[in-house]
């Protein structure tokens, strides 16, 4: 420890601190645009220069480490006149635009202008223009704003893990710039927006549609993927206009992924439904809500009467709410249904002991000595848990990968096994050999290896997880929706044991877990053998299922089909009654996230139009058919109760029983179904500025090796003919990182919506 | 030209003979005997630094560091790689000695490299050469292949246990990378911009490795050094400023061209070596140390002896030895106008005093020579310097605001002629 004094404060500091750390334990206040704490130290804004005692010179805070003894003055007068004259300096080539800026009123310059610039200028030269940067549909430039201060350059380096911005130009013509015709294609890009201590960079779909003064803010969850993310919402006349991460180190740090930033245009969007509509003769019509709820009431009763319980079907989506879920549980049991399901992506359903996590903190999982993810998109799957593993290897965790691609992850792999989709249960499998092998060890009884292959890919991979402190094996969506999932999930639980690795679990949606803990799912393909009545909540069974096709199918083919859902859809086709109901940002509930904490949150915008929050509507639907036990009068109530038992003893990745593994072969064409990133949800699919990014694009892509791609007669750029049950037409694109005769044909996707499962060809269109 | 009058760095170079930077001519007249002299008497790291500090040799660079201290720095107990890197990025305006080194004497700074890496413990070493100077470029890595080819470099150097690999590197022509930590990004591929120190390249410099970095000239003065001892060399100069030192006279004497005379040559003297001022015109200024030098009028120049204190106690700097002689019909508007130019072209723009204030310094002086000065941009000049002046990460920003300050102090009412006249106070400008 070091002592330090600092504005006549004395303090002890850890060694390695710096000035500006120092001042910031003690709450001192020193002036900076380029310091930041999550990135590298640049010290080139000269912003935060004080005076140091000794020191003949002033000293950035920043850089400069604290020695035993020093004394430092922040406000003296060589500091001030030195922090005033850098002022002086970033002023004198900055636009006086402030009042058409939309940084204005958050603007770290025009704040820090106030205590350290003049009233007046001295600079009488003409003033620097830049010309502006296309940086993609999300982030909107205003380059002769511009501080250099490198946050960004430094961000799309250190935290996305690519240099998608440098310094170009040197001087005075210095200049922040994309690659020459590229745009900034990060899923986590927004967060330059935040980090910009001026209007360079602001947010496009936000630009120019409220002042920040005019906005209220209000906490929330983000909704589209298993972290969590803590969200402050930025509301004006009750219309969601920005949003922007709410720090919270143990979750999202200070970041959020452009899924979660950006989606919220969906929330306003034309496509929203506003009353309750009801079919009759064919022909939709706006009803109230108590006609549409004793339609439904009197609906569930009469099927349930005439075909028995095992005729209806409840589907939710786990980005609902744990109220939601419960009661929606909760009413169909009261009516004697039971089959509920949300793993609606899950062909193979993962029986565990207790319900399935990441087996850890999130903020643990980087402290882990080396990680393995299995079958996982990571990137785009899981934004910010890739950005905290990429911290982590730089700190010299060891990450390995066994996919069925070899998307790169922006950081370096201590291994990596890419395999078939089907054939992701062998690249475990030759992992867990390798690793017996290494260790001397013996596989669990139900693990088969014998006729596994170790590749040195394989035993590269094996090798980074032996001999560490800590370690973790995870699995992602391409793992837990494999076909051959309870398989994958046995061989890697071996692996897990072998190597003496925490087991985890990537959740897919935002209450993954919760909706495990509540019991929704065990009906399996609902859709498989079709039930006379359906009720879906926030499910479009075209693209929230495996496969779409056959659900529609099957929906048509009902007799009542109940839509609970915030959005207009293709249920006009084969709904009886559709119900608006709230999406997360216009009702209260809670997440459980994939660490196993609830997150509760407040409807941030009141119900547009006639919408109502879901939980309310089961209480109501409970009322009219008589059910005890639906009196609740908020949703901390439904909360307290569910919760009541605690999560803690719940969460277990064991497997619940022994399955058996054996290494099997595969050949021919094999399709690799994903959902693309911004295809997750119901609300993400009609964010449109997401829409428009370059990962959105893939939606509408066949991509394929370039040998296989030569097997099928394709080349790049051809729009090809996909049959598979259904037809669909997409546009053929290389991937280098495939296996041979893989098809990655996305999931979720309107291009696709009407494939279905078996055997997939392929022909020029 | 080249004058070659009391040499270290060219002794027994015959400008003249195109043959003579060669191995053959280099070996001929004494070359690689101080290499020979360590791997045979088994010289220890210690002795070389003890010797090198005794020389009081000066780094030629322009900061003048005593490089016994910078060798003694390097930690030679370090496990893994380390690396020695010359500078020969010359960019200072008015400088052209280590491009003489490299044409006419390449296996002096190749020795002194050799031997800077056995004594520091280095095996791998670079030499970053100017990216606008070609056929010196071309003449080191000609040179290099005659030493890998004779044993002097590589692997087992004269059958010793000792290897030292030397490459040359062309930079693209940034004056900033003379800077040695920008030098060192451009090195490793990146956009040549100043590192924050500390710290220091001897803890993180060459791929975040230790790393020594020394002038051309340094380095082709070690080989005298050890084969005549560090006291000889001191004796050539003067205490505390040993040795010879190359200076590139230019301007408006007789016969510029780089002059490697003893250190406390008065400047009368180095004067009339260069044949004196041309068209007999008088005197005027003199930069002494390159472009960054604050600039001194004539009365105080001849008064001095050219070596690091003195120089310094005339309120310049003897920096990388450039002597820009300026004659009466120099007018000092324009000489700062050009001056700030450079500066302005130059500074990299990473951080804010130099990339906006160098700009700024420029305007002002060019709107003054072109008659368009206000009264209060004198005092404008001044604040704005100081407002650059030690708030840099590197020294190009106190390099732009010193022939500001030094033009201002000696020459201010020729800057208040022309805001007052709109024009010049120098006949013919």
Same mark, same amino acid.
């Given at each position: 420890m070091l002592e330090i004094e600092i504005d006549g404060k004395t303090l002890t500091v850890p060694g390695g601190s710096t000035v500006m750390d120092a001042a910031n334990s003690v709450g001192v206040h020193i002036p900076h645009f380029c310091?930041?704490?999550k990135l590298s130290i640049a010290?080139?804004?000269?912003?935060c220069l004080v005076q140091v005692e000794k020191a003949p010179k002033p000293l950035p805070a920043c850089a400069t480490p604290v020695t035993d003894g020093m004394k430092v003055y922040t406000h003296s007068d060589m500091a001030v006149k030195a922090q005033k004259g850098v002022m002086e300096f970033l002023l004198?080539?900055? @636009? *006086?635009?402030c009042p058409i800026?939309?940084?204005?009123?958050? $603007?770290n310059l025009q704040d820090l202008a106030v205590g350290y610039?003049?009233?007046?200028?001295r600079y009488q030269e003409e003033k620097r223009v830049v010309v502006n940067k296309d940086?993609? @549909? *999300?982030v909107s430039t205003?380059?002769?704003?511009?501080?250099? $201060?490198?946050r960004c350059v430094r961000f799309t380096e250190?935290?996305?893990?690519?240099?998608e911005l440098g310094m170009g130009g040197r001087g005075e013509f210095t200049e922040v710039l994309p690659f020459?015709?590229?745009?900034?294609?990060?899923?986590?890009?927004?967060?330059i927006i935040d980090l910009c201590?001026?209007?360079?960079?602001?947010?496009k779909p936000f630009?120019?549609?409220?002042?920040?003064?005019e906005l209220s803010r209000r906490k929330s969850v983000a909704a589209?993927?298993?972290?969590g993310s803590n969200l402050v919402v930025q509301v004006k006349d009750h219309k969601i206009k920005r949003v922007l991460p709410l720090e919270n180190e143990a979750i999202n740090e200070c970041w959020l992924s452009d899924r979660d930033r950006f989606s919220y245009e969906a929330l306003n969007?034309?496509?929203?439904?506003?009353k309750p509509l009801i079919k009759q003769g064919g022909v939709w019509q706006e009803a109230d809500w108590q006609t549409a709820l004793e339609y439904v009431a009197n609906g569930l009763k009469s099927v349930v009467a005439d075909h028995?319980?095992?005729s209806v079907a409840g589907v939710a989506n786990q980005a609902a709410t744990l109220e939601e879920l419960f009661l929606f549980k909760k009413l169909l049991a009261g009516v004697g249904?039971?089959?509920?399901?949300?793993?609606?992506?899950?062909t193979d359903p993962v029986a565990t002991k207790g319900v399935q996590w990441l087996g850890q903190s999130i903020a643990d999982l980087a402290q882990n000595n080396a990680v393995l993810v299995v079958g996982s998109t990571l990137r785009k799957d899981q934004p910010l848990i890739a950005q905290r593993l990429r911290q982590g290897v730089k700190r010299g965790l060891a990450l390995s990968i066994v996919n069925s691609h070899g998307d790169d992850l922006l950081t370096k792999l201590a291994g990596e096994v890419v395999t078939r989709p089907d054939q992701l249960v062998e690249g475990v499998l030759a992992v867990l050999k390798a690793a017996v092998e290494l260790k001397g060890a013996t596989a669990p009884a139900n693990i088969d290896l014998v006729g596994v292959e170790v590749t040195a890919a394989a035993k590269q991979v094996a090798e980074s997880l032996i001999g560490k402190e800590s370690t973790s094996v995870l699995l992602g969506n391409l793992a837990m929706q494999n076909a051959r999932a309870s398989e994958l999930y046995a061989a890697t639980a071996a692996l897990a044991e072998v190597v003496g690795a925490k087991l985890g679990v990537l959740s897919d949606a935002a209450n993954s877990v919760g909706a495990q803990l509540l019991g929704f799912?065990?009906?399996?393909?609902?859709?498989?053998?079709?039930?006379?009545a359906y009720v879906l909540l926030n499910a479009e069974a075209d693209f929230d299922t495996a496969n779409g096709a056959e659900a529609v199918a099957a929906l048509e083919k009902a007799e009542m089909v109940v839509v609970m859902s915030p959005f207009q859809s293709?249920?006009?086709?084969?709904?009886?009654v559709i119900l608006p109901v709230s999406p997360f940002s216009e009702t209260s509930g809670t997440f459980v996230n994939m660490e196993g904490l609830p997150q509760s949150f407040n409807g941030v915008?009141?119900?547009?139009?006639?919408t109502r929050p879901a939980w309310k509507v089961f209480r109501v639907l409970g009322n009219l058919l008589g059910l005890?036990?639906?009196?609740?009068?908020?949703s901390e109530e439904i909360r307290d109760e569910i919760l009541a038992a605690g999560i803690d003893g719940k969460l277990d990745n064991a497997p619940a029983a022994a399955v058996t593994v054996k290494a099997q072969a595969a050949s021919g064409l094999v399709r690799l179904a994903e959902v693309p990133a911004y295809q997750v949800d119901a609300i993400t699919r009609r964010a449109t500025s997401l829409q428009a990014?370059?990962?959105?694009?893939?939606?509408g892509q066949l991509r394929a090796n370039a040998a296989t791609l030569a097997s099928l007669g394709v080349a790049a750029g051809d729009q090809v003919r996909v049959s598979q049950g259904g037809e669909a037409l997409l546009v053929a694109v290389e991937d280098k990182k495939l296996a041979d005769q893989v098809l990655r044909v996305p999931l979720a996707s309107p291009a696709t919506r009407n494939l279905g499962a078996g055997v997939i060809t392929v022909t020029k269109a | 030209m080249t004058v070659y009058v009391k040499?270290?760095?060219?002794?027994?170079?015959?400008?003249?003979?195109?043959?003579?930077?060669?191995l053959d001519a280099y070996v001929k007249r004494g070359g690689y005997a101080a290499l020979k002299k360590i791997i045979e008497n088994k010289i220890t790291q210690d002795e070389i630094i003890a010797e090198m500090k005794a020389s009081s040799l000066r780094g030629r660079?322009?900061?003048?560091?005593p490089t016994g201290l910078k060798w003694s720095?390097?930690?030679?107990?370090?496990p893994g790689q380390k690396y020695l890197v010359c500078?020969?990025?010359?960019?200072?305006?008015?400088?052209?000695k280590d491009l003489d080194i490299m044409v006419n004497n390449p296996h002096a700074l190749i020795e002194g490299m050799i031997i800077g890496g056995y004594a520091m413990g280095i095996t791998v070493g670079y030499n970053y050469i100017?990216?606008?100077?070609?056929e010196a470029y071309e003449r080191f890595e000609e040179a290099l292949e005659e030493a890998r080819a004779a044993g002097f470099?590589?692997?087992?150097?004269l059958g010793s246990d000792f290897c030292f690999q030397l490459h040359g590197h062309h930079g693209?022509?940034?004056?900033?990378?003379?800077e040695e930590t920008a030098l060192l990004e451009s090195l490793e591929g990146k956009k040549g911009q100043p590192r924050f120190k500390p710290p220091f390249p001897a803890s993180y410099?060459?791929?975040g490795k230790p790393t020594t970095i020394n002038n051309t000239e340094t380095f082709a003065s070690v080989p005298y050094i050890i084969r005549e001892g560090g006291q000889k060399f001191l004796e050539l100069g003067k205490p505390n400023n040993g040795g010879t030192k190359l200076f590139s006279v230019s301007g408006h004497v007789n016969r510029p061209g780089n002059y490697e005379v003893p250190l406390g040559l008065p400047f009368s003297e180095l004067l009339e070596m260069c044949g004196g001022m041309r068209d007999g015109k008088k005197l005027k200024a003199?930069?002494?140390?390159?472009?960054?030098a604050p600039v001194l009028p004539a009365d105080i120049m001849m008064q001095c002896t050219m070596d690091y204190d003195s120089i310094a106690k005339a309120g310049s700097m003897l920096g990388s030895g450039a002597v820009i002689v300026m004659d009466e019909s120099v007018c000092m508007v324009k000489a700062l106008e050009r001056l700030s130019y450079f500066y302005h072209e130059e500074s990299?723009?990473?951080?804010t005093p130099c990339r906006e204030g160098t700009g700024w310094l420029y305007r002002v002086v060019h709107r003054i020579e072109h008659?368009?000065?206000?009264?209060e941009d004198l005092d404008l000049l001044l604040s704005v310097g100081g407002n650059i002046a030690g708030r840099t990460i590197c020294a190009l920003g106190d390099a732009a605001v010193m022939p500001v300050q030094g033009m201002l102090k000696h020459f201010r009412a020729e800057f208040e002629h022309h805001i007052q006249h709109k024009s010049c106070l120098v006949p013919g400008f």
């Open positions: 310091y930041h704490k010290a080139n804004c000269r912003m004198i080539n900055h @636009p *006086l635009d800026c939309d940084q204005g009123g958050e $603007c610039g003049q009233s007046g200028s940086l993609g @549909p *999300l205003d380059m002769t704003r511009c501080i250099h $201060c490198s250190e935290i996305a893990g690519f240099q020459i015709g590229k745009t900034v294609n990060s899923e986590i890009s927004g967060n201590p001026v209007g360079a960079l602001t947010s630009r120019y549609s409220a002042r920040t003064w589209h993927d298993g972290l969007s034309d496509e929203r439904l506003t028995g319980a095992d249904v039971h089959n509920v399901e949300s793993r609606l992506r899950v799912q065990g009906a399996g393909n609902v859709f498989a053998q079709p039930k006379k293709c249920a006009f086709d084969y709904a009886d915008v009141r119900p547009l139009g006639e005890e036990n639906f009196h609740y009068n908020s990014t370059a990962d959105a694009q893939v939606a | 040499g270290v760095v060219f002794e027994g170079v015959d400008f003249d003979d195109p043959n003579s930077w060669k660079g322009g900061a003048g560091f720095f390097m930690p030679r107990s370090f500078n020969t990025d010359e960019g200072e305006p008015g400088t052209f100017h990216g606008e100077v070609f470099l590589g692997d087992k150097i693209y022509g940034a004056y900033i990378c003379g410099g060459l791929y003199v930069i002494p140390g390159g472009s960054s990299c723009g990473q951080c008659g368009l000065g206000r009264p």
